[in-house]
C-alpha cells in the first residue's frame, strides 16, 4: 500500500518506521525544512539546548524502549530539589512552606480521589461533564487554604501543562490526571535524549526508505472511495492512504472534505499552549560556583528556569507560559527582559550574560504554540471521537493521544495509526 504522510515529527516518522515493517511504501510530506516538529535541538557556540520539547518522564516507557533501540541511553538530570522564590523568598522546591505544601498536597488527595473513581468515559456522565463546564482555576480557588499556597499550585500546574490554569477544563485535566496515579516519585522531567530530542527523529528518519519532502504544506485533503487525494501549495499527490499529524489548529486552517466541517470543528476546540522558551547564554556557567542546584520556580517574569545547556553550553532555559508568554513575546527585548527578571535572584548572572534567542512557539506557524490543551466547556465535545478516520486518512499526533501533549503521545498515535492501517 502506499501511504502519504503529513509531517515529519516524531509522531510521522514513527508511523513511517512501523509501516515501512509491515511492508507498506511510504512518502512524507514536511513544511518545514527539517525533521523534528516540537523537537527542534538548537546548537549553541558550544554544545547545544533544546528549544522545544525536551524531557523524558520515567514512565513513558515507548519513548524509553525506543531509544534503546538506536542504543541511546537516556541521560538522568540532578537538578532536585530546585528552588522557589516568592516574593523574594526563597525555599527548596520540595518544601515550599507549610501553606503552599498543605495546599499542594491537598490538590493532589483530592485529584487522586477523583480520578480513581472516574469512569473511563467520563463526558457519557451528565455529572462529570458538569466539571467541564469549570476550569482548573475554579477548582483551585475553591481548593487551596491560603495566598501562597494558591500561588505554587498554579506556577507548578501552569508550568505542567503550559497555559494559564484558567483556560484548562477540569474534566480534561482529571482525565490524564490518571496516566500520573501510579507515578513514583522522581519519575517526572528525569532524563534527557542523549544529542538532544530531534536527534531521535533523525536516528528514525536515517533508518527509513521513505522519502522526506521538505517545504511541502498541506492546503487541502479529499478522500475517495479507494484513494486519497492531497494538495499542497504546488501540486497534487494521490496515495492509497494518508495520515496527517500536523498539530489541531494547523488541522482545522486545512480544507476539509464539505462534508466532513464537523470534524474539523470538533478538532478546532483543541487548543494549543501560549509558551515561549528563552535561551539565556552566558560566558561561562557561573552557576556552577553557586549552591543552585539548577531549577527555579518564582513568581518573576522568567517562570520557570533550568539548566538548557548541555556538552558545553553555557545556556539556561526560561520557560514562560500563557498570558505572561505572551506579553513577553510583544516585549521590544525579550530576552533582556527575562534576563533581567532572573537577575533579580541571581544578580552575579548579568555580568556574564551574552544574549538570548527565544523560541516563541505561540508564533510558529506550523504548530500555533507548544503542545496541546482543551478550554472549558470543551473537553466533552472535542474529545470523543478526535482521531477517527475520515474514509482513508487517519490521524495521528500527540493531541489524539492519552498521553495528551508529549512524545510519548505521538509514539502512542504512531501505533495507534500502523494498527489501523493493518488491520484493514
Ligand atoms: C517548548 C516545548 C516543550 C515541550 N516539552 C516537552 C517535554 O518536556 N516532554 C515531552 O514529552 N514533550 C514535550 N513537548 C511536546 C513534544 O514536543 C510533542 O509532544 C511532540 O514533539 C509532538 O510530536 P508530533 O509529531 O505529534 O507533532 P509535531 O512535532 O508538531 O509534528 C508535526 C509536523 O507537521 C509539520 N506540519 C505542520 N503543518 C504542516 C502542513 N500544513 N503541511 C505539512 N507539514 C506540516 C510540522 O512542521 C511538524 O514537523 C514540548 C513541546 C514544546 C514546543
Given at each position: 500500500m502506499k501511504i502519504a504522510i503529513v509531517g515529519a515529527g516524531l509522531a510521522g516518522l514513527r508511523a513511517a518506521q512501523l509501516l515501512e515493517q509491515s511492508g507498506n511504501e511510504v512518502v512524507i510530506f514536511e513544511?518545514?525544512?527539517?525533521?523534528?516538529g516540537r523537537l527542534h535541538t538548537v546548537q549553541s557556540s558550544e554544545g547545544f539546548y533544546e528549544g522545544g520539547g525536551e524531557w523524558i518522564d520515567g514512565d513513558h516507557h515507548r519513548l524509553i524502549s525506543l531509544l534503546k533501540e538506536f542504543n541511546l541511553e537516556p541521560e538522568p538530570t540532578d537538578f532536585y530539589p530546585g528552588i522557589v522564590v516568592s516574593r523574594g523568598e526563597v525555599a527548596p522546591e520540595d518544601n515550599p512552606g507549610d501553606r503552599a505544601t498543605a495546599d499542594f498536597d491537598g490538590i493532589d488527595e483530592a485529584a487522586s480521589a477523583i480520578a480513581q473513581r472516574m469512569?473511563?468515559?467520563?463526558?457519557?456522565?451528565e455529572d462529570y461533564a458538569?466539571?467541564?463546564?469549570?476550569s482548573l482555576a475554579d477548582w483551585f480557588d475553591r481548593q487551596c487554604t491560603s495566598d501562597v499556597g494558591r500561588w505554587f499550585v498554579e506556577a507548578y500546574y501552569r508550568s505542567d501543562?503550559?497555559?494559564?490554569?484558567?483556560?484548562?477544563s477540569l474534566l480534561s485535566w482529571l482525565h490524564f490526571y490518571r496516566n500520573y496515579l501510579a507515578r513514583e516519585v522522581g519519575?517526572?522531567?528525569a532524563a534527557r535524549i542523549p544529542g538532544g530530542s530531534q536527534t531521535l527523529c533523525q536516528h528514525i528518519a536515517d533508518g527509513l526508505q521513505a522519502e522526506i519532502l521538505y517545504g511541502k504544506s498541506l492546503k487541502s485533503f479529499e478522500t475517495r472511495e479507494d484513494h486519497v487525494e492531497l494538495w499542497f501549495e504546488d501540486e497534487m499527490v494521490f496515495a492509497d492512504r494518508a495520515i496527517i499529524t500536523v498539530p489541531p489548529p494547523i488541522l482545522a486552517q486545512i480544507e476539509w472534505p464539505v462534508d466532513q466541517e464537523f470534524r474539523r470543528n470538533q478538532i478546532a476546540q483543541i487548543n494549543m499552549a501560549r509558551i515561549i522558551k528563552v535561551a539565556l547564554e552566558y560566558k561561562?556557567?557561573?552557576?556552577?560556583?553557586?549552591?543552585?542546584s539548577g531549577r527555579l520556580l518564582t513568581?518573576?517574569?522568567?517562570q520557570q528556569v533550568w539548566?538548557?545547556?548541555?556538552?558545553?553550553a553555557n545556556v539556561l532555559c526560561a520557560y514562560i507560559c500563557g498570558e505572561e508568554a505572551q506579553m513577553i513575546a510583544q516585549s521590544s527585548d525579550p530576552a533582556q527582559r527575562v534576563q533581567n527578571a532572573f537577575a533579580e535572584i541571581f544578580p552575579e548572572s548579568s555580568d556574564h550574560f551574552i544574549g538570548g534567542k527565544v523560541h516563541a512557539w505561540l508564533d510558529d506557524?506550523?504548530?500555533?504554540?507548544a503542545f496541546p490543551f482543551i478550554k472549558p466547556g470543551k473537553f466533552v465535545t472535542a474529545w470523543?471521537?478526535?482521531?477517527?478516520?475520515v474514509g482513508n486518512v487517519h490521524f495521528a499526533g500527540?493531541?489524539?493521544?492519552?498521553?495528551?501533549?508529549f512524545m510519548e503521545g505521538a509514539l502512542e498515535s504512531a501505533e495507534r495509526v500502523n494498527q489501523e492501517i493493518n488491520n484493514e
Amino acid at each position: 500500500m502506499k501511504i502519504a504522510i503529513v509531517g515529519a515529527g516524531l509522531a510521522g516518522l514513527r508511523a513511517a518506521q512501523l509501516l515501512e515493517q509491515s511492508g507498506n511504501e511510504v512518502v512524507i510530506f514536511e513544511a518545514r525544512d527539517r525533521v523534528g516538529g516540537r523537537l527542534h535541538t538548537v546548537q549553541s557556540s558550544e554544545g547545544f539546548y533544546e528549544g522545544g520539547g525536551e524531557w523524558i518522564d520515567g514512565d513513558h516507557h515507548r519513548l524509553i524502549s525506543l531509544l534503546k533501540e538506536f542504543n541511546l541511553e537516556p541521560e538522568p538530570t540532578d537538578f532536585y530539589p530546585g528552588i522557589v522564590v516568592s516574593r523574594g523568598e526563597v525555599a527548596p522546591e520540595d518544601n515550599p512552606g507549610d501553606r503552599a505544601t498543605a495546599d499542594f498536597d491537598g490538590i493532589d488527595e483530592a485529584a487522586s480521589a477523583i480520578a480513581q473513581r472516574m469512569p473511563a468515559e467520563p463526558w457519557l456522565d451528565e455529572d462529570y461533564a458538569d466539571l467541564d463546564r469549570k476550569s482548573l482555576a475554579d477548582w483551585f480557588d475553591r481548593q487551596c487554604t491560603s495566598d501562597v499556597g494558591r500561588w505554587f499550585v498554579e506556577a507548578y500546574y501552569r508550568s505542567d501543562e503550559g497555559e494559564d490554569t484558567d483556560q484548562i477544563s477540569l474534566l480534561s485535566w482529571l482525565h490524564f490526571y490518571r496516566n500520573y496515579l501510579a507515578r513514583e516519585v522522581g519519575e517526572m522531567s528525569a532524563a534527557r535524549i542523549p544529542g538532544g530530542s530531534q536527534t531521535l527523529c533523525q536516528h528514525i528518519a536515517d533508518g527509513l526508505q521513505a522519502e522526506i519532502l521538505y517545504g511541502k504544506s498541506l492546503k487541502s485533503f479529499e478522500t475517495r472511495e479507494d484513494h486519497v487525494e492531497l494538495w499542497f501549495e504546488d501540486e497534487m499527490v494521490f496515495a492509497d492512504r494518508a495520515i496527517i499529524t500536523v498539530p489541531p489548529p494547523i488541522l482545522a486552517q486545512i480544507e476539509w472534505p464539505v462534508d466532513q466541517e464537523f470534524r474539523r470543528n470538533q478538532i478546532a476546540q483543541i487548543n494549543m499552549a501560549r509558551i515561549i522558551k528563552v535561551a539565556l547564554e552566558y560566558k561561562t556557567a557561573w552557576w556552577e560556583q553557586s549552591d543552585w542546584s539548577g531549577r527555579l520556580l518564582t513568581d518573576l517574569p522568567c517562570q520557570q528556569v533550568w539548566i538548557g545547556g548541555r556538552h558545553g553550553a553555557n545556556v539556561l532555559c526560561a520557560y514562560i507560559c500563557g498570558e505572561e508568554a505572551q506579553m513577553i513575546a510583544q516585549s521590544s527585548d525579550p530576552a533582556q527582559r527575562v534576563q533581567n527578571a532572573f537577575a533579580e535572584i541571581f544578580p552575579e548572572s548579568s555580568d556574564h550574560f551574552i544574549g538570548g534567542k527565544v523560541h516563541a512557539w505561540l508564533d510558529d506557524p506550523y504548530a500555533n504554540g507548544a503542545f496541546p490543551f482543551i478550554k472549558p466547556g470543551k473537553f466533552v465535545t472535542a474529545w470523543p471521537g478526535r482521531a477517527e478516520p475520515v474514509g482513508n486518512v487517519h490521524f495521528a499526533g500527540d493531541w489524539t493521544a492519552e498521553w495528551f501533549g508529549f512524545m510519548e503521545g505521538a509514539l502512542e498515535s504512531a501505533e495507534r495509526v500502523n494498527q489501523e492501517i493493518n488491520n484493514e
